[in-house]
């Protein structure tokens, strides 16, 4: 199994910016650049969401509350994971969880960065 260690949250004013980065641990089976990496988040009381994916062909996806304001990005040299997080808006509040896939189709989580938007 991935170990993820996620890092960058915070609190943030709305409007502004968080950059959230994953690292995933070095002993993948297969190489990082195989996984498929994502971003989830967990609102209080609200379930997990899927926010953003990027596949190990570089793809990428957003979930229609971030496209245009998120960006993710990997770099495979370092086995990082990044989510840019612009024009944070209040309902951004949330735990974000790395997250990525093997070829075979293994997840595996993060334990989750908390960000906090708050004026």
């Known amino acids: 199994q991935v170990q993820l260690v996620e890092s960058g949250g915070g609190l943030v004013q709305p409007g502004g910016s968080l950059r959230l980065s994953c690292a995933a641990s070095r002993t993948i089976v297969g190489g990082f650049r195989s996984y498929n990496m994502g971003w989830y988040r967990q609102a209080p009381g609200k379930r997990r969401e899927w926010v953003a994916s990027?596949?190990?062909?570089?793809?990428?996806d957003y979930a229609d509350f971030v496209k245009g304001r998120f960006t993710i990005s990997r770099d495979n040299s370092r086995s990082m994971v990044y989510l840019q997080m612009d024009n944070i808006i209040l309902e951004d509040t949330a735990v974000y969880y790395c997250?990525?896939?093997?070829?075979?189709?293994?997840?595996?989580w993060g334990q989750g960065t908390q960000v906090t938007v708050s004026s």
């Open positions: 997250w990525s896939q093997s070829v075979n189709g293994a997840d595996s």
């Open positions: 990027i596949n190990n062909d570089g793809s990428t």
